[in-house]
Structures are given as C-alpha cells and as structure tokens.
C-alpha cells in the first residue's frame, strides 16, 4: 500500500511508508527518496495493524537518513 498522506521530507530526502498484509500480519517497508531515485528497505518484524506497521517503518527511514546509514 502505497500512502503518499503518511509521507515526510527529511533533510532532502522524502520517506514513505509501505505495508502489505500477510497471512501473519502487516509487514512494513520503506521508501527513501531523493531527486528521480528511491531506495525501498523491507522490515523483518510483522505488526497486528496497518497504523504499528506504518509508524514502524517511518521511525527507521527517518532513523536511517539522520544517521547517514543510506549507503
């Protein structure tokens, strides 16, 4: 599930949450994106709803881009 009202400017890159529901819950990803070019991060952990699984994966892409762990 693509959201673009739960994305969110960091620094010069724009994070966004994905989810997509599993027969063992919502799993989360993320996309990180600077200029024409994304990187998607998928998570391991699976969450009981949509909200945990989103909340989840904006914490690490925002994590993942303040402590320049992109690369």
Do not use: W
């Not at 063992?24 to 969450?47: E, K, Q």
């Not at 904006?58 to 320049?68: D, F, P, T, W």
């Amino acid at each position: 599930m693509l959201d673009k009202q739960n994305a969110e400017r960091v620094g010069n890159y724009v994070v966004t949450p994905l989810t997509k529901t599993t027969n063992v819950g919502v799993t989360a990803s993320v996309s990180i994106r600077r200029g024409m070019y994304d990187r998607i991060f998928r998570f391991l952990p699976s969450f009981p709803c949509d909200a945990q699984a989103v909340q989840y994966a904006l914490a690490q892409g925002r994590r993942m881009v303040l402590h320049n762990q992109l690369g």
